[in-house]
């Protein structure tokens, strides 16, 4: 009998390290980690600011260079690319094709801060972990930033050239498409006329419309391109893993060490058991 409780009360150790490490190693991401300066990933892309050199905008004085959307073009092209391909088989004429894939994204991705996500002020997605979400799940969650880089990249991928636009505080999708006469406002990118807007982050905003704040007004804007952005190196410096509360994780190998450590503990008391 006393060797029964010991082996109980061994086994609830086990089972209790067991789910901790679990939920542990659940939650964490091996795709990024933290530094001093913020979140990186495995582009070294700093997901966590938009300024400086690798903030995923590239924000400067000058203008900005949005690089996140490069993770998904070009060699690296994965989810967000095939939805594009997709709904441009399903809709071979211009006009309609570009106003199918707004929509998607409109109404697929659920406007939601970063802070309430991730706990960070900035936090911004790709578009290929944004594409996977919605595939597996039917919606996601991102800001204003995420649903632009998912719009850029699909018009990509749907034979559109396209770009990025940030304002005051705000980011937003154009695609080429000269003669769609339903726009709100026609843009000139460069000198060249037949940009329209895709504004995805209102549920009730239809394809082309534009607030009245970014008419008018000198906006930043970036064309997208098939542009090759090298997976950077993780740097020899210490690095905490990032979980995707927005946290961090502290998992160790109690699995496989503890369920050796277990089946030695029961094969000992088999052994005193025979004798």
């Known amino acids: 009998m006393h060797r029964v409780r010991i ?9 209790a390290g067991l789910a901790t490490t679990g ?34 905008y590239q924000v400067s004085e ?12 070009g060699e690296e092209i994965a989810e967000a690319h095939a939805l594009g391909k997709e709904i441009a088989r399903n809709y071979p004429d211009e006009f309609q094709r570009a106003e199918a894939i707004f929509y998607f994204v409109r109404d697929r991705v659920n406007y939601t801060p970063d802070e309430d996500q991730f706990n960070y002020k900035e936090f911004a997605q790709n578009a290929d972990e944004m594409a996977a979400v919605i595939q597996e799940s039917g919606t996601g969650n991102g800001d204003c930033e995420d649903s632009a880089v998912l719009l850029a990249v699909m018009y990509r991928a749907a034979g559109y050239r396209s770009a990025l636009v ?4 705000h980011t937003a999708c154009l695609v080429s498409l000269p003669g769609y006469d339903k726009a ?15 504004e995805a982050t209102g549920k009730n905003n239809p394809f082309g419309w534009t607030s009245k704040e970014f008419i008018d007004v000198n906006l930043a804007s970036y064309e ?4 090759v952005l090298r997976p950077a190196q993780i740097p020899g410096e210490t690095v905490t893993a990032v979980a995707e509360s927005g946290g961090t994780s502290s998992a160790q190998p109690f699995p496989f060490f503890g369920i050796i450590f277990f089946l030695w503990l029961m094969s000992l008391f088999r052994r005193r058991g025979a004798r």
Do not use: M, Q
């Open 7 to 15: 082996l109980a009360v061994l086994l609830g150790l086990f089972l």
């Open 23 to 56: 939920y542990a190693s659940a939650s964490s991401s091996s795709g990024f980690y933290e530094k001093p300066d913020g979140v990186y990933d495995d582009w070294g892309v700093c997901r966590t600011t938009p300024h400086g050199d690798n903030g995923y």
């Open 62 to 73: 000058t203008g900005f260079r949005p690089i996140i959307a490069f993770e998904s073009l």
């Open 166 to 169: 940030a304002g005051k505080g």
């Open 184 to 198: 709100s406002s026609v843009f000139e990118l460069d000198g060249e006329p037949g940009w329209v807007w895709a």
């Open 224 to 227: 997208i391109t098939d542009e």
